[in-house]
């Protein structure tokens, strides 16, 4: 048993070497770059949908995308560490409940949506690489002033709205001071 397990572990550092998989998870909208071989040449095939299984088991681990094409249904499931899977990208995380979402081939139109999750970011390590060897520098305000920057906006935002509606209350109370003087 172990050898095996061995095995599989040794296969997986293999394919990983050569490409990086990105992390999904069931819910997620992705695009699936496909290698396709016609003769002589290659070329790359994006096929974009919603994930609607992923199953884990080592090197036989395989997710199934779900996405309509002209009103039908197509599926597609692929092995995750397979050679013709040239990219995986993440486009939109859904919001689910459920690791197999197989209740979306029954719905069509809205009902067939899945909600986005929103993530917030703040707080990530970034590693910064300078231009001398070996120094690398953490930079976490990266996110954060990002954050700030958006709170900051909202704030002069409504300190603008308040000096207009304080300008026009001053406008009109003016105006009756001169009525009253006439």
Excluded: H, W
């Amino acid at each position: 048993m172990k050898n095996i397990e061995d095995i599989n572990k040794a296969q997986i550092e293999k394919l990983t070497s050569k490409k990086k998989i990105t992390n999904f998870f069931p819910g997620d909208t992705i695009r699936v770059g496909v290698r396709i071989v016609e003769g002589k040449r290659e070329r790359i095939q994006n096929f974009e949908g919603v994930c609607i299984a992923k199953k884990n088991r080592d090197i036989n681990s395989s997710f199934t995308v779900r996405k309509i094409s002209f009103g039908e249904g197509v599926e597609r499931t692929f092995a995750l560490y397979s050679p013709i899977i040239g990219s995986i990208k993440v486009i939109r995380s859904g919001k689910v409940r459920r690791a197999k979402l197989y209740y979306l081939r029954d719905r069509k139109g809205k009902s067939a949506r899945i909600a986005e999750k929103l993530r917030k970011n703040i707080g990530v390590d970034v590693e910064v690489k300078s231009s001398v060897p070996g120094d690398i520098k953490q930079d976490t305000s990266i996110a954060e002033e990002k954050e700030t920057s958006k709170v900051e906006a909202k704030k002069e935002e409504s300190k603008k709205e308040e000096a207009v509606q304080a300008k026009k209350i001053i406008e009109k109370t003016t105006g009756k001071e001169k009525d009253n003087l006439k």
